[in-house]
């Protein structure tokens, strides 16, 4: 036995161990964005309820808690309707790639600059899958083979309205997806590299605190336009409101999707949220620095060190307090435990503090991610669709030359401040 | 066994399983996603030999822009399976022959003489891609330009053969 | 370690394969794929020459260049040549090449 353990040890510190390792962090990533997604569409629901002066989910769990795990279990006991007459392989294969493909691009976010503090097997535990040289470019190819999803789902229906979703949902996406490659140039040029990391250093804020951020960008230049062509691109591309006449179910009954039930449903539900957030995280990276915090690093800010624990220790407590007075039995019970779990790790956070400096960078990162999912669900939940031409026009006669002519001030700008 | 050498065996099978699989299906969407196969198979070679920019573009336009216009057309057009003919005595036995001569004569040649070119002392290097830019704006920057009005030429010509007629 | 000559052989082969689905096809939309195969053959060919030259040549990188003007030409040809093939089918209703051999409709 011992001969075993120290056989194992020893593989898993060459080449091996590093393989191992990127599988662990593959499948806990897999387990997290899952969770997330889950959990989005309940905010979602939750937001958009609100917004329209009506409750949301209530009554499945505690404030509805536990309504993903009941839309899961629905999808996975509905009826697999498969529609005579369509290609099976491409009708099979439409919902899985869209939903590999999404999932993919997850491996190049960068989630944080330091190393977990201790090796595995003296392999560095970094806060990312991988981390190439051309992250943005890997990005962009995933989301260009994005498109096959919708188009090989809309044709394998064999059926009219999902043909015509299908059709107009990836014209859509290809049009939109020149916006968004000439958005980012700008950017690409501030940081002279396409590499992820490279770009959130670019955007150093240790001096100037949220000034350096690209969409002000005291550095080099101010990439407003950039942005406001980027998110309006991606929402375009992630086919969600205002632009999501092709799934639209009071146009197209449900688009490209209207054949596919329970469980492939499910796969195009789960691909549309993932790259949802993968986008708000390329906004962040891009635009936002990343996981920069927006206070200077100078000695006078460093109070603002401890805002993870300020936001969390309030907010168990008023679970806890929300959950004591709630209307039935296991909001009473399972309420105060989520708060008092939330406020621990807050406490913890504060007892500890190379774990609060450690979870700086990372709390910046999926704060500003959550600040920008929220605000899809809002223009979910406020802004009226587009109608089909109107869509196209913006895409070709609006935003493609509005980042055209972005790039070349960049251009400029970056040529005349660098010295040479 | 080295390790780039495995992962070259499979891209490359992979490629070739592609291929053969574009010449046998019947249907034209089953022919397309063979391609798609086999260019994805082609890109991943790419990044083996170190070329990630040219693995990037060739996944960004080759995959997701070209094969999609060929998806859509074949959707358009309703394209179905593909009827037999019989008309060419010709293509059909003189053609698998032919075709296997012409793989064997470029095989042999490069088996045979390719020993000659030597291979990298540092396998899978990155190309850098500031590198590339720089050249294709000083040494290659005439192409540039003729190819971007190439493009534009391309674009009038689509636009003219989509126009109805005007009757 | 990969041997240049490997990826050679692997591009002749993708070529043949090419010019056998040219040859043997009768959909006009397989065969411009198949166009688009051999042209993928022969980038194949030109990235390996690239990777096989030492870093100290000055011409290392002109192979991924050329790659690249090979992938925009084929853009334009595929776009126009779409569009003629959509043009044929509707006037011809047929997409097979055999029926296509005439100028007369």
């Known amino acids: 036995m011992n001969g075993f353990i120290s056989h194992l040890t020893s593989t898993l510190s060459e080449g091996t161990g590093f393989w191992v390792l990127t599988f662990i962090k593959i499948l806990l990533l897999l387990f997290i964005v899952l969770t997330v997604n889950a959990y989005l569409t309940w905010f979602e629901r939750k937001v958009v309820a609100h917004m329209q002066s009506r409750i949301g989910p209530h009554r499945v769990g505690p404030h509805g808690l536990l309504q993903p795990a009941a839309d899961g279990l629905k999808f996975l006991f509905k009826e697999d309707v498969m529609p005579a007459g369509v290609d099976k392989f491409v009708y099979l294969l439409a919902p899985f790639l869209a939903l590999t493909l999404s999932l993919a691009s997850l491996a190049v976010i960068p989630f944080g600059p330091q190393p977990l503090p201790f090796p595995f097997f003296g392999h560095q535990i970094n806060l990312w899958i991988t981390n190439p040289d051309i992250g943005l470019l890997i990005l962009f190819a995933i989301t260009a083979l994005g498109v096959y999803g919708v188009a090989l789902a809309g044709w394998a229906s064999n059926s009219k309205y999902p043909l015509l979703g299908g059709l107009r949902s990836s014209a859509q996406m290809v049009s939109y997806e020149l916006a968004l490659t000439m958005s980012v140039v700008g950017v690409v040029l501030m940081a002279n590299s396409f590499s992820l990391t490279d770009i959130i250093n670019q955007q150093d804020s240790s001096k100037y605190g949220f000034l350096g951020w690209n969409i002000i960008g005291i550095h080099s230049f101010t990439q407003v336009v950039g942005f406001l062509c980027f998110f309006i691109s991606a929402i375009a591309e992630t086919n969600r409101v205002p632009f999501d006449l092709p799934e639209a179910e009071s146009e197209l009954v449900a688009g490209f999707h209207t054949e596919y039930s329970s469980f492939k449903f499910a796969m195009f539900f789960i691909a549309e949220y993932t790259s949802m957030i993968t986008v708000s995280a390329l906004c962040t990276i891009l635009f936002f620095g990343g996981w920069h915090s927006p206070f200077p690093a100078a000695p006078f800010w460093h109070f603002t060190h401890y805002l993870p624990s300020v936001t969390l220790l309030p907010f168990g407590l008023w679970v806890i307090y929300d959950g004591i007075k709630y209307e039935t039995i296991w909001g009473r019970l399972v309420l105060p435990l989520i708060g008092a779990v939330i406020t621990a790790i807050g406490a913890a956070l504060l007892i500890f503090p190379a774990a609060n400096e450690f979870i700086q960078a990372p709390f910046w990162l999926l704060g500003k991610v959550f600040f920008f999912l929220f605000f899809y669900v809002w223009a979910r939940g406020t802004l009226p669709r587009f109608r089909y031409d109107q869509l196209m026009n913006i895409g070709w006669k609006l935003l493609l030359p509005v980042s055209i002519v972005n790039v070349i001030i960049t251009a400029g700008v970056v040529l005349l401040r660098t010295k040479p | 066994m080295s390790a780039p050498l495995i992962i070259f065996f499979v891209l490359a099978a992979l490629a070739v399983i592609g291929a053969v699989s574009l010449i046998l299906q019947k249907h034209p969407i089953h022919s397309a996603l063979s391609l798609i196969v086999v260019m994805v198979a082609l890109a991943g070679l790419y990044l083996l030999m170190g070329a990630e920019f040219v693995a990037a573009v060739q996944i960004i336009v080759y995959g997701g822009a070209i094969m999609v216009l060929f998806v859509l057309v074949i959707m358009l057009l309703n394209a179905g399976e593909e009827e037999r003919t019989d008309f060419s005595k010709l293509a059909k036995f003189g053609g698998l022959p032919l075709a296997l001569a012409l793989t064997g004569l470029l095989a042999a040649a490069m088996v045979r003489h390719g020993s000659s070119i030597p291979n990298l002392e540092t396998p899978g290097a990155l190309a850098p891609t500031g590198q590339l830019s720089t050249l294709l704006f000083t040494t290659f920057v005439y192409p540039f330009e003729l190819t971007s009005f190439l493009i534009l030429v391309a674009i009038m010509g689509a636009l003219v053969l989509a126009q109805r007629e005007k009757s | ?105």
């Open chain 3, 1 to 105: 370690m990969v041997p240049t000559q490997y990826y050679l052989v692997l591009s002749a082969i993708l070529f043949g394969l090419g010019v056998a689905a040219f040859v043997f096809r009768r959909n006009v939309i397989t065969i411009f794929m198949s166009i688009e195969l051999m042209l993928n053959a022969v980038n194949l060919s030109f990235v390996a020459f690239s990777q096989s030259m030492p870093a100290t040549n000055a011409h290392k990188l002109d192979g991924q260049l050329f790659v690249l003007f090979v992938i925009v030409v084929a853009a334009a040809e595929a776009a126009v040549g779409l569009g003629i093939i959509i043009l044929t089918a509707r006037n011809r209703q047929s997409l097979n090449v055999e029926r296509v051999d005439l100028l007369k409709l």
